[in-house]
T-cell receptor, first 112, second 114 residues
Framework: KNQVEQSPQSLIILEGKNCTLQ??????????LRWYKQDTGRGPVSLTIMTFSENTKSNGRYTATLDADTKQSSLHITASQLSDSASYICVVSAEGTYKYIFGTGTRLKVLA | KAGVTQTPRYLIKTRGQQVTLSCSPI?????VSWYQQTPGQGLQFLFE???????NKGNFPGRFSGRQFSNSRSEMNVSTLELGDSALYLC?????????????FGQGTRLTVV
């Protein structure tokens, strides 16, 4: 069964600290993996998208990694800011389909 | 360039009624996909349309249907509403030729069924 699991479910950190969010998937055959940021009450906004051949991709203070062998991805946030408080969602799609499997997200709270 | 526009933003309906939600994709995008987001289930894929054809469908009952027009605008319809249909409904648009292209989400329609 195609599944995407994220951990932790929620996380609280102090402003300026780094953090890493995890995503494990069982989607096969793999096509691509995306990380989205979703502020409360708004639509998700794309942070990164990675295909099978990519193992690192950065977008400002956000760096995503992908290990296609272990089917794991991580999103590292550097020098967190209050505006990073949001839900971070990992999404995986299977090759040959246009169907996206969503993780349940990690809710991040950055405190001053 | 205008983003993805969803209307209405908020909607309150009673059980048994039907509802139609609208999504206007980014200009030039031919793919529109729909999602349901609830606190308990997270984001779940409903269906995806490309060039007026449903290209993929999630695991939702037949009460959920959609269509896409020649200008790529899409509508989603839910008939015989149930309390459990209360959710944020999101649509996303992409160029659509390949599955690994960027998808851009709208702000969503918050549906409350009472």
């Amino acid at each position: 069964k195609n599944q995407v699991e994220q951990s932790p479910q929620s996380l609280i950190i102090l402003e300026g600290k780094n953090c890493t969010l995890q995503c494990n998937y069982t989607v096969s055959p793999f096509s691509n993996l995306r990380w989205y940021k979703q502020d409360t009450g708004r639509g998700p906004v794309s942070l990164t998208i990675m295909t099978f051949s990519e193992n690192t991709k950065s977008n400002g203070r956000y760096t995503a990694t992908l290990d296609a062998d272990t089917k794991q991805s991580s999103l590292h946030i550097t020098a967190s800011q209050l505006s990073d408080s949001a839900s971070y969602i990992c999404v995986v799609s299977a090759e040959g389909t246009y169907k996206y499997i969503f993780g349940t997200g990690t809710r991040l709270k950055v405190l001053a | 360039k205008a983003g993805v526009t969803q209307t209405p933003r908020y909607l309150i309906k009673t059980r048994g009624q039907q509802v139609t939600l609208s999504c206007s994709p980014i200009s030039g995008h031919r793919s529109v996909s729909w999602y349901q987001q609830t606190p308990g289930q997270g984001l779940q894929f409903l269906f995806e349309y490309f060039s007026e054809t449903q290209r993929n469908k999630g695991n939702f009952p037949g009460r959920f249907s959609g269509r896409q027009f020649s200008n790529s605008r899409s509508e989603m319809n839910v008939s015989t509403l149930e309390l459990g249909d209360s959710a944020l409904y999101l649509c996303a648009s992409s160029p659509g030729e390949q599955s690994n292209t960027e998808a851009f989400f709208g702000q969503g329609t918050r549906l409350t069924v009472v």
